[in-house]
């Protein structure tokens, strides 16, 4: 069983940064890739970074790309997402999920669990 449990989502303006962690309760955390959603009301959830097992491979979003960084640290079993030069539209509930796909795709039925969403707010 995976319990995992985000947080440090708040309000910022444009152009600060946020870090948000995830927390996870799961034996061998090191056999789950791990992503980062979001979903922004009235919009589908988007993946907008993951990270491999072992951390040597990661991937962004278009939207995110060199602005997001995604980070974990399987011995204290914990994934980070830094944000950076937030923009309004990053504004969303963010939420931290696990898949124990080796690289799985960007879509919500490749990760088994799912934290309980942080909210990020960014002000104009």
């Known amino acids: 069983h995976v319990q995992l449990l985000a947080s440090g989502g708040g309000l910022v303006q444009a152009g600060d940064s946020l870090r948000l962690s995830c927390a996870a309760s799961v034996r061998f955390f090191s056999a789950y890739s791990m992503g980062w959603f979001r979903q922004a009301p009235g919009n589908v959830r988007e993946c907008v970074a993951k990270?491999?097992?072992?951390?040597?491979?990661?991937d962004y979003a278009d939207s995110v790309k060199g602005r997001f960084a995604i980070s974990r640290d399987n011995a204290k079993e914990m994934v980070v997402l830094q944000m950076n030069s937030l923009k309004p539209e990053d504004t969303a509930v963010y939420f931290c999920?696990?898949?124990?796909?080796?690289?799985?795709?960007?879509?919500?039925?490749?990760?088994?669990?799912w934290g309980q969403g942080t909210q990020v707010t960014v002000s104009s």
């Open positions: 990270i491999s097992r072992g951390a040597s491979s990661t």
């Open positions: 999920a696990a898949s124990p796909i080796n690289w799985p795709r960007n879509i919500e039925r490749d990760y088994n669990y």
